[in-house]
């Protein structure tokens, strides 16, 4: 054999084997911290789990019914506000200012929101809009989650509409069609599915948020609905249990670590199925 060749095919085995090794070694975390969530977590998971509100302190009956919606509500919230600022920000990225000055600052800016802790977003939240309002609420707490869905609307927003091809714009231009309806009609419609993969991922990205709402939104033992007032919300309470002297309130914790882990799996994996389906069309 080519002396050359022997040790190029040696240093060909070396580099798969080290990117197998390095692959392992990360699957096997998420393996392990998968299976350490469902051996503590799975028992917890009953009915009284999703009808029940949290216990106060020393009591072995209760659940996390409004931790639960209160997530849910300010995750549809900040994403609500969220998911159209990015994708009209996203949509002037790649279809109005390719090559202007103001494309390349907003794309900066985008840039280190999308890598800012999410502490400290909550901070700023909380001097914009906690203080001024006197008081913590679930509305400061959709806002600083909407603020951390931006940044990724943003970007998934841009590089899928970078993606469409020109001749479909072109063909749509020559046909007498306005920008507008060029966007709304072809470019809207060629990157769906990726738009859509952006929007999961950026729920995905905030559905388990802890720091930001520590500062905005808090937690609330009872039920509540007011966006005006303190909400509780599982990454808080989880937080909250998991520091506890109470073995019922550590089991709760590990439930709801268990939940908000198989929402952002199963967000994931729709987000795969629909950005699979986009690259075989």
Do not use: H
């Amino acid at each position: 054999m080519n002396p050359i060749y022997a040790r190029r095919r040696r240093w060909d085995i070396v580099i798969r084997g080290l990117c197998i090794a390095a692959a392992a070694f990360g699957v096997t975390w998420l393996a392990l911290i998968l299976v350490t969530l469902l051996y503590n977590g799975i028992s917890g998971l009953n009915l009284e789990l999703f009808t029940a509100d949290t216990p106060p302190p020393g009591s072995t009956d209760g659940g996390l019914r409004n931790a639960i919606v209160g997530s849910i509500i300010m995750t549809v919230i900040g994403v609500g506000i969220g998911a159209p600022l990015g994708l009209f920000a996203g949509t002037y990225l790649a279809e109005y200012g390719r090559n202007d000055k103001l494309t390349s600052v907003i794309r900066f800016i985008n840039d280190i929101l999308l890598s800012a802790p999410s502490i400290i977003i909550g901070l700023f939240i909380y001097g914009a809009v906690v203080v001024p309002m006197r008081g913590f609420s679930a509305l400061a707490g959709a806002l600083a989650l909407a603020v951390i869905v931006i940044p990724v609307v943003v970007r998934t927003t841009e590089d899928m509409l970078l993606l469409v091809p020109n001749p479909l714009r072109e063909a749509a231009s020559a046909l007498g069609l306005p920008r507008s309806l060029v966007i709304k009609r072809i470019a809207y419609r060629a990157a769906r599915s990726g738009l859509i993969t952006g929007v999961l991922l950026a729920t995905a990205r905030v559905a388990g948020e802890t720091a930001p709402l520590l500062f905005t939104a808090l937690s609330n033992q009872f039920f509540s609905l007011g966006l005006d007032k303190t909400m509780a919300n599982l990454p808080v309470t989880i937080n909250n249990f998991v520091q506890s002297p109470y073995a019922y309130w550590k089991q709760l914790a590990w439930s709801g670590a268990l939940l908000i882990t198989l929402t952002v799996l199963a967000l994931n994996i729709g987000a795969r199925i629909l950005g699979a389906e986009r690259t075989a069309k």
